[in-house]
């Protein structure tokens, strides 16, 4: 699986929008970009995920570069719950063998100010 | 968390005892995973099953852990002769496993305490 590089950490206003940058420059043509959230100390929540073309669902939208060498991942507005670290990976689709797992990297700490 | 549902969630075992922790998966989902994380960590892959079949068990210590998913019932991972290294919370996620994409589901977690 490509490898993501996000930032370490990111702050802010809760109400506003939080923007977070991925960078998986080395993403081959049939690896899909996911997104997880981890809020403390609880499991992996999915938030979204693409493959090309901008996505939007009820917790955030998901836009791809036109090279699909990086994403942003939106939320429109920020509460204190989406508090969590952001996680971006990107893998093939279920095609067989071992592909299928997610390859964790340390993720974006987002924190919301009140 | 779409109805992983992970069992005991916390769990206290004495050094040399074995740990059994369980994932039901969500209905109809026939792939499972379990990752460790370390306290402070990140999430470390450890396992893949489907149905009767480990299919990647690369991040497993090669010693004294082992999973199962049978046909019937939960996944099983289990730890034998416990260390206090493996103290950690483990997470059990389940998807669809049909071709193409598909999102990975995650349970709540168990925690693990070796004392």
């Known amino acids: 699986d490509a490898k993501t590089t996000q930032p370490p950490s990111m702050d802010c206003a809760e109400g506003r929008a939080a923007n977070l940058p991925c960078n998986h420059s080395?993403?081959?043509?049939?690896?899909?970009v996911y997104w997880y959230r981890q809020i403390h100390s609880q499991g992996p929540q999915y938030i979204i995920h693409?493959?090309?073309n901008n996505e939007t669902n009820e917790m955030a939208s998901l836009i791809i570069t036109e090279d699909r060498k990086s994403s942003t991942l939106i939320l429109p507005h920020a509460t204190l719950r989406d508090t969590a670290v952001y996680y971006c990976?990107?893998?093939?689709?279920?095609?067989?063998?071992?592909?299928?797992?997610?390859?964790f990297g340390k993720g974006t700490l987002l924190t919301v100010n009140p | 968390n779409a109805g992983v549902m992970q069992n005991p969630r916390h769990l206290v075992r004495r050094r040399g005892q074995e740990a059994r922790l369980r994932c039901s998966p969500v209905k109809g989902h026939s792939h499972v995973y379990w990752y460790r994380q370390l306290p402070e960590e990140g999430l470390k892959f450890m396992v893949y099953l489907q149905k009767e079949n480990i299919i990647d068990e690369s991040g497993m210590p090669k010693e004294r852990f082992s999973a199962e998913f049978p046909k019937e019932g939960p996944s099983i991972l289990r730890i034998q002769q416990v260390v206090r290294g493996d103290s950690a919370a483990y997470f059990c996620a389940s998807a669809k496993g049909d071709r193409g994409y598909t999102e990975a589901f995650f349970g709540q977690g168990t925690r693990l305490t070796v004392v």
């Open positions: 080395t993403i081959s043509g049939n690896e899909y």
């Open positions: 693409g493959l090309k």
């Open positions: 990976i990107v893998r093939v689709g279920m095609s067989g063998g071992s592909n299928y797992k997610l390859t």
